[in-house]
């Protein structure tokens, strides 16, 4: 058998040694990628989509009548994964789009409703078609975004 030693210098050891303590403590890595995936679907709120989403018929911004969907989301991380969400409940059907099941409105607060000229105690609604409007989505940009915010994580590990 054949064996060849490298001595390899100190400045090289303790840098590798920097470098697997990085790796072990990932959380700072992935509350960096959870910060700029947050900051990519706010992005896409104040765009109004990334690419645009389809027009709606009333005044003001998709998706952010009330704002609640959008100050709803919330960015997470631990030691091996990075997370944006929401917790609201249409949240999905607006992302992802589909179709809403028939259902009755019935009032909340008054003893019936009022649409054009008629009151009513109940409505049958026949369901909505909601369109595909992705604001929990990542651009190209954003995954270069997210790759220099690797490359610059590992590059500090080597630099110290």
């Known amino acids: 058998m054949v064996e060849l030693f490298i001595d390899v210098p100190d400045t090289l050891r303790r840098a590798l040694e920097r470098m697997v303590r990085s790796l072990e403590n990932r959380q700072p890595l992935m509350q960096a990628i959870s910060e700029d ?14 690419p645009k989403w389809l027009p709606i018929q009333r005044a ?25 969400g929401t917790n609201v409940v249409y949240a999905r059907i607006h992302n992802e789009g589909g179709t809403t099941r028939p259902h009755v409105i019935r009032p909340r607060y ?38 220099h915010t690797i490359q610059d994580y590992l590059g500090s590990a080597l630099d110290d």
């Open 37 to 50: 995936m947050l900051s990519a679907v706010m992005e896409n709120f104040e765009q109004e989509g990334r």
């Open 60 to 84: 003001g911004k998709i998706l952010q009548n009330t704002r609640r969907l959008m100050s709803s989301i919330d960015s997470d991380a631990d030691n091996n994964m990075a997370v944006v």
């Open 110 to 147: 008054k003893q019936a409703l009022a649409f054009n000229g008629r009151v009513v105690k109940k409505v049958n609604h026949p369901g909505s078609v909601i369109p595909e409007r992705r604001f929990l989505s990542l651009t190209e940009s954003d995954h270069d975004t997210i790759n």
